[in-house]
């Protein structure tokens, strides 16, 4: 990670915190560790895109089911190499999503998760 990203992100500090939204993109994933880590530091509760926030130490995600996801494109993999065309195959949309909150992160960050909600140990 750059030493301005580290700047920027430690800035959290001085800000009022409510919460922050950390969106989908190739240069967040490959800095998970490093963002979920000083988040925390910062007492900043935050939402991701991925589960894989959650092994870093994120405190909560809300996104595509990814292993739905592959699952459907191996679908569309099977019937193209049965020979259906790509360009006449539908388009199609996520269809699963999940929540799922970090326990450890959230008992750190001082909140109170009611035990209905799914959750990540």
């Given at each position: 990670?750059?030493?301005?990203?580290?700047?920027?992100?430690?800035?959290?500090?001085?800000?009022?915190?409510?919460?922050?939204?950390?969106?989908?993109?190739?240069?967040?994933?490959a800095?998970?560790?490093r963002?979920?880590?000083?988040?925390?530091?910062?007492?900043?509760?935050?939402?991701?895109?991925?589960?894989d926030?959650?092994?870093?130490?994120?405190?909560?995600s809300?996104?595509q089911?990814?292993?739905?996801?592959?699952?459907?494109?191996a679908?569309?993999?099977?019937?193209?190499?049965?020979?259906?065309?790509?360009?006449?195959?539908?388009?199609e949309?996520?269809?699963?999503?999940?929540?799922v909150?970090?326990?450890?992160t959230?008992?750190?960050?001082?909140?109170t998760?009611?035990?209905?909600?799914?959750?990540?140990p």
């Amino acid at each position: 990670m750059r030493a301005s990203a580290q700047v920027e992100l430690r800035r959290f500090h001085g800000w009022r915190k409510i919460a922050g939204m950390i969106p989908a993109s190739a240069w967040f994933n490959a800095h998970r560790d490093r963002i979920a880590e000083l988040a925390a530091q910062s007492g900043l509760p935050a939402i991701y895109e991925s589960r894989d926030y959650m092994d870093a130490g994120g405190l909560m995600s809300y996104g595509q089911n990814l292993a739905a996801l592959f699952r459907r494109a191996a679908t569309y993999v099977h019937k193209i190499l049965k020979g259906a065309r790509p360009d006449s195959l539908p388009w199609e949309q996520p269809a699963q999503f999940e929540l799922v909150i970090n326990l450890k992160t959230a008992k750190v960050l001082g909140l109170t998760i009611p035990p209905f909600l799914p959750s990540h140990p």
